[in-house]
């Protein structure tokens, strides 16, 4: 038997089951029915038809097919678009008329939007139709997507010359034309923006309208604010021209925020800052009549705030602005310190009633004493000052946001000019002065303790406050020895503010001065206790007893001869002080004294109140018969009054308002050889005079040269004992970390020069206080 063998099995296909598939006819019906689409006709067509379609071409093998036709029918189609919508609407050019050209861009814009509606809602179905084309050949092809392809056609067909250029030509004109101040329709600008937003080349590439549309926009714009920025400056006066410039930042940021992108924003925005600010913001400032100045003059809030901001806004702006409030403070302190520059006052006090015109037919008016001159020049400096500071903090507070920076360079100004004025120590102290003295003004305590708060922030910009303490220290001793002080409690709250601004040493002086007043209270209570007991002196005084170190007066006290029973007085006072305290030496001060005295006259008898040394010279009269006369060297001699005293006293007695002595030749200066009578016939409706009650004055020339040279001297001794008192806590410096360590230290009094510190530190090294070190630039302290 044999055995056959036989080949191997043939596998045959599967038959196929079904009708099969025409691609041609299936292309020809899918391309009809997009064309439908296209048309708008597409309710009367089969989604799930379409749809098979497509499914069955890309099943097919034949996806190329069908994207690369679909792809040509978009085109096909937009091309027909922008031939029957979008040509048309062009702008004729011909038209001036800005209602026109807006009409005209409007309708184009339109237009492009249309054609834009009309594509995505066609591409939209067709996305619904080719979802498994895009699903399955897109990505092994690697070509967009079919919604994708239609941005790329539409930006073939119709974001394309010469369409694209009359698209953002229009775009242009009607932005330009709103600049111009006309409406126009900006939802039209926005549809067409917002096409150029969609559309970009490459898929992270930049959109059509960051590539081609923003550029022109800034382009234009940079040309007519150029443009614009140098015809407001020739037009408009500095408020409107900031009120324009601030209208335009607002118009800018409107446009950019409904019809423009946000991404236009910043660099619009830059632009206007560098052609309406920028370049003109100094300009505008400094405008003769209406700039910086004339604003704070005519306290324009509304302005000057509308002008902070815009200075906000550029790296320049608030430098400029704060050079420009520092000018304007320092040239209007500099008229300040211009208009208080007088005549220096007299050497004799100020009287407190100006003295009589003479008696004639002129009609001038009688000038007042150089010396009240100056005294009110000095405190219309400071009100002056003050008034300046509150308008020019107002516009801190309200117009500027109480900005830190500008708020310091307004603090330098005014430091810079009221320290130029050699006086504004003396001046503010004067100042101080005149608030705090009994009765005056008719001010009510708040009201003095308001300026009194306002004088310390003038205070608080001068360099040398040891100046300002020396003159404070005279005028606070006037105030307590003549009883003028306005309350006990508003001058120990103004120490307590300068307390605060100085600390304790700069106060503890004065804080002793009142303390003198208080035990001379109690001893004058214990003196009289003890007069009760006894037989009292012929005449009743009331004695200060005032630290020597505390006061500001001369050791050297001005003397006089005084009649027995002042000496009575005196002597009867002392016996009572030095049993109470041993070890203590008592210098009469006369010429800090006061006294009231019963005068009689022809008519009847008045009570005056009168310096020390104007009682002295009264008593040499009471026994020189009616019409006989003294002569200056007799009053000199017999009183022993210096002559400067004896003149400032003879002036009040016998040149002022009261004349109660009779100078002959009759005039206003004293000289030698004068003489002098009783004025038996004076009269006067008051029955209390105050004559020559010494006032606070300005210093003149020779005086405030003293004061200073006085001033100078004590901070040397303040310096070395700074120096030393450093040093023997650091124990070794360098010189530069001394002479730094001292001005610190010695800033909240004065300024101290740092050659003078080097003068003092050689000075402590000769005394042994200090050595030099071997490398001659440090120190050692010496215990």
């Not at 044999?2 to 599967?14: A, L, Q, Y």
């Not at 002080?577 to 008898?605: C, E, I, M």
Request: net charge neutral.
């Amino acid at each position: 038997m044999s055995s056959v063998r036989r080949g191997k099995p043939k596998i045959k296909p599967p038959r196929k089951l079904g009708p099969a598939v025409s691609i041609e006819d299936t292309w020809s019906q899918l391309s009809k029915n997009i064309r439908e689409i296209h048309n708008h006709n597409a309710s009367n067509l089969s989604f799930e038809e379409n749809h098979r379609f497509a499914y069955n071409m890309v099943l097919h093998k034949h996806g190329e097919t069908l994207y690369n036709g679909v792809v040509e029918l978009v085109g096909e189609n937009l091309d027909e678009l922008a031939k029957v919508e979008i040509i048309p609407s062009f702008p004729s050019g011909g038209d001036d008329d800005p209602v026109h050209q807006s009409q005209e861009g409007e309708r184009l814009l339109k237009a492009l939007r249309k054609v834009w509606d009309d594509h995505t809602s066609s591409m939209s179905k067709l996305r619904d139709i080719l979802k498994y084309m895009d699903r399955v050949y897109t990505k092994s092809a690697q070509v967009p997507e079919i919604w994708d392809a239609g941005l790329h056609r539409f930006l073939k067909h119709i974001i394309r010359p010469p369409i694209e250029e009359h698209l953002v030509s229009a775009i242009l004109k009607l932005v330009q034309i709103e600049r111009d101040g006309y409406v126009i329709n900006r939802s039209a600008v926005k549809g067409c923006v917002d096409v150029f937003l969609q559309l970009n080349e490459d898929k992270d590439g930049p959109s059509v309208y960051k590539r081609d549309l923003e550029p022109s926009v800034l382009r234009e714009s940079e040309v007519f604010y150029a443009a614009e920025g140098r015809k407001l400056l020739d037009s408009c006066d500095a408020p409107e021209y900031l009120r324009r410039a601030e209208a335009r930042f607002e118009s800018e940021e409107s446009r950019t925020h409904h019809y423009l992108s946000s991404q236009t924003s910043q660099p619009l925005r830059r632009i206007l800052e560098a052609h309406l600010l920028t370049a003109h913001l100094p300009t505008v400032i400094a405008m003769p009549n209406s700039g910086l100045d004339t604003m704070v003059d005519f306290g324009k809030t509304e302005d000057l705030a509308r002008l902070y901001r815009l200075c906000v806004m550029v790296p320049s702006g608030l430098p400029c602005l704060r050079k420009a409030l520092k000018d304007s403070i320092t040239r209007r302190g500099t008229d300040i310190n211009a208009s208080s520059v007088g005549g220096d006052g007299p050497d004799g006090d100020i009287d407190e009633e100006p003295p009589e015109a003479p008696k004639g037919k002129g009609k001038g008016k009688a000038k007042a004493p150089a010396g009240t001159q100056t005294l009110s020049l000095a405190l219309k400096w400071v009100e002056d000052v003050l008034e300046l500071k509150d308008r020019f903090d107002r516009i801190w507070k309200y117009s500027v946001q109480s900005d830190r920076d500008l708020e310091s360079g307004m603090n330098e100004a005014f430091s810079n000019f009221i320290n130029r004025n050699d006086k504004s120590p003396e001046f503010i102290s004067l100042f101080i002065d005149d608030h705090l003295k009994k009765g005056l003004k008719g001010k009510t305590d708040t009201e003095v303790d308001a300026v009194l708060d306002k004088t310390i922030t003038v205070f608080r910009y001068l360099s040398e406050k040891d100046i300002f303490e020396r003159y404070y220290k005279g005028h606070l001793a006037k105030r307590l020895l003549l009883g003028r002080s306005v309350s006990d409690d508003a001058e120990r709250g103004m120490l307590a503010k300068l307390k605060v601004e100085c600390g304790f040493q700069f106060t503890q002086k004065l804080e002793g001065m009142f303390n003198d007043m208080k035990l001379s209270t109690d001893t004058m209570a214990a003196y009289r206790e003890r007069l009760a007991q006894t037989t009292p002196p012929p005449i009743d005084i009331s004695v200060i007893v005032m630290t020597s170190t505390f006061w500001p007066m001369s050791h050297s006290a001005a003397t006089c001869t005084m009649p027995d029973d002042m000496l009575k007085s005196c002597k009867s006072f002392e016996q009572f002080y030095l049993s109470r305290h041993s070890g203590r030496r008592l210098s009469w001060q006369p010429s800090l004294g006061n006294a009231d005295v019963r005068v009689t006259f022809k008519s009847r008898k008045h009570d005056l109140n009168v310096s020390t040394f104007a009682l002295v010279i009264l008593l040499l009269f009471e026994d020189v018969a009616d019409g006989e006369f003294l002569t200056y060297e007799e009053i000199k001699s017999a009183s022993g009054i210096p002559d400067v005293d004896l003149q400032r006293n003879l002036q009040s007695l016998a040149c002022a308002k009261y004349k109660v002595l009779k100078k002959h030749p009759p005039g206003r200066e004293i000289n030698r050889d004068d003489s002098f009578s009783f004025n038996s016939d004076f009269s006067s409706p008051l029955q209390k005079i105050k004559i020559s009650t010494v006032a606070a004055k300005v210093e003149n020339t020779e005086e405030r040269k003293e004061t200073r040279d006085r001033i100078e001297e004590e901070r040397k001794h303040q310096t070395e004992a700074c120096i030393v008192r450093i040093m023997k806590d650091r124990k070794h410096m360098t010189h530069n970390d001394l002479v730094n360590e001292v001005t610190r230290q010695l800033s909240s009094r004065f300024q101290p020069n740092p050659l003078n510190i080097k003068k003092r530190i050689e000075g402590l090294i000769d005394r042994e206080y200090l050595e030099r070190c071997d490398d001659r630039k440090s120190y050692n302290y010496l215990a």
